[in-house]
Nanobody, 128 residues
Framework: QVQLAESGGGLVQTGGSLRLSCVASGRTFSVYTMAWIRQAPGNDREVVAA????????YYSDSVKGRFTISRDNAKNTVYLQMNSLKPEDTAVYYC?????????????????????WGQGTQVTVSS
């Protein structure tokens, strides 16, 4: 079992930055692919970033590439999302999620349904 708790969301102006953190409980966190997934009202969920268990492979959606950076610290059981140059269209609830199906895998799941552990989400609002 993995329990995930996000923090760091809030209200920021266009062009600003936020850093989201996700702390995981459970000894197996370090072997799973992790992702940040967002959902805006009326929209489908979108995997915006994913990182392999080693940190050696990363994925970014086209909508955030060049602005967001995902990282992880397995010693601290934490995954981060640094968000820069924020836009109003980044407004959403951001979820941290873990894919436990393939531990130690360097492949990255880029569909939300592939993630089986989810946090409660943190709201990010970007004002124009």
């Amino acid at each position: 079992q993995v329990q995930l708790a996000e923090s760091g969301g809030g209200l920021v102006q266009t062009g600003g930055s936020l850093r989201l953190s996700c702390v995981a409980s459970g000894r197996t966190f370090s072997v799973y692919t992790m992702a940040w997934i967002r959902q805006a009202p009326g929209n489908d969920r979108e995997v915006v970033a994913a990182i392999s268990w080693s940190g050696g492979r990363k994925y970014y959606s086209d909508s955030v590439k060049g602005r967001f950076t995902i990282s992880r610290d397995n010693a601290k059981n934490t995954v981060y999302l640094q968000m820069n140059s924020l836009k109003p269209e980044d407004t959403a609830v951001y979820y941290c999620a873990a894919d436990s199906s393939s531990p130690y895998s360097e492949s990255l799941a880029i569909d939300d349904w592939e993630y089986d552990y989810w946090g409660q989400g943190t709201q990010v609002t970007v004002s124009s």
